[in-house]
């Protein structure tokens, strides 16, 4: 089954956004070289490309994110930048050499309020559903829980590894740091807060951590278990992997309703039977073909050189 196609079903859409690890290795495990160079990865991509990220969570393998976009095209090429310089920074760390991801990242469509916040409350929750820490804020990585509480200002450094190059080939002495930025990576407000006071939205997020934590709480007398503990998440090591990697199918899209999940399903067959046939007509060799709003064209088919007869 081919992947599916990068769909925009309005002209801003809100997108959540999984990118996991090959394999589940824990390359993304929490420390702070490795949280202060995706922070940076990040404030540089911010600062190239107008995305309003909402939220971002980096688990030990994957990372979660909540953003809003205008075009298919912004997404991708934000997402390039992140994933590309985030494997090569990180691989460079951990001296791997190997493909860092496991797949192309997956960009599901938030379509209301009541499940933008229901996917809030799931990507917060990292750390603590998974039994290792007990409270949002007790995880290691990155989870915007400060920032969103607290109004601390994220921020990580970005290296310009192309410039420490060029200088060292032309005979420079390079500093410690002399390449390095530091980039701050602003959070937006979700569209459903968009109107509210910071104090009003900072209450909202504080209600939501502490009904994570009390939901926690519950389940660990329940189940009779204990956490991992935050010291054990960072003794970890990157090139293991979970036992057993969760898979579920992913959803269309996130939305409230029956209806409007088949409004959706009938706009993406219709984009995707449009793109189908502008495609057919391409490859036949049609000049002038045309492919619906915010969408890729794939390429063209190679041509060889005519061999003339000898």
């Known amino acids: 089954m081919g992947r599916p196609l990068r769909y925009l079903p309005e002209p801003t859409t809100t997108f959540e956004i999984t990118i996991r690890t090959l394999q589940g290795k824990f390359l993304l495990r929490p420390s702070d070289q490795v949280n202060d160079l995706i922070l940076g990865v990040f404030g540089r991509a911010l600062s190239l490309y107008p995305v309003l990220l909402h939220l971002v969570v980096v688990a030990s393998d994957h990372i979660h994110m909540l953003l809003t976009v205008t075009s298919t095209k912004l997404l991708a090429d934000f997402m390039r930048h992140v994933n590309s310089n985030i494997a090569r920074k990180v691989g460079r760390l951990y001296n791997w050499h190997e493909h860092f991801w496991g797949q192309r990242y997956r960009a599901i469509a938030v379509l209301d309020n009541d499940k933008l916040e229901e996917r809030v409350h799931y990507l917060l929750s990292h ?24 109004g601390e200002t994220l921020e990580g450094t970005w ?8 200088a060292r080939r032309a005979g420079l002495e390079v500093e410690p740091g002399q390449f390095a930025t530091r980039y701050q990576v602003p959070l937006t407000p979700l569209p459903m807060l968009a109107g509210k006071s910071d104090d009003e939205q900072r209450m909202w997020y504080q209600e939501m951590v502490a009904l994570i934590e009390e939901q926690t709480r519950k389940r660990l007398r329940k189940e009779g278990k204990k956490v991992l503990g935050r010291r054990k998440v960072l003794e970890q090591s990157p090139f293991r992997k979970p036992k057993k990697i969760k898979r579920s199918p992913a959803p269309c899209c996130h939305c409230s309703g029956i209806e409007r999940w088949k409004t959706f399903r009938d706009a993406y067959r219709m984009f995707a039977s449009l793109y189908r046939e502008a495609s057919r007509k391409l490859r036949n060799g049609a000049k002038k073909v045309k492919f619906p709003d915010n969408c890729f064209p794939p390429p063209l088919a190679y041509t060889g050189a005519s061999m003339a007869p000898g």
């Not at 750390?127 to 607290?150: F, H, M, Q, T, Y």
């Not at 290296?159 to 060029?166: A, I, M």
């Open 159 to 166: 290296y310009d590894r192309t410039k420490e190059y060029e």
């Open 127 to 150: 750390g603590c559903k998974e039994g290792l820490v007990i409270r949002p804020s007790d995880w290691p990585g990155i989870n915007c829980v400060e920032a969103l509480l607290d």
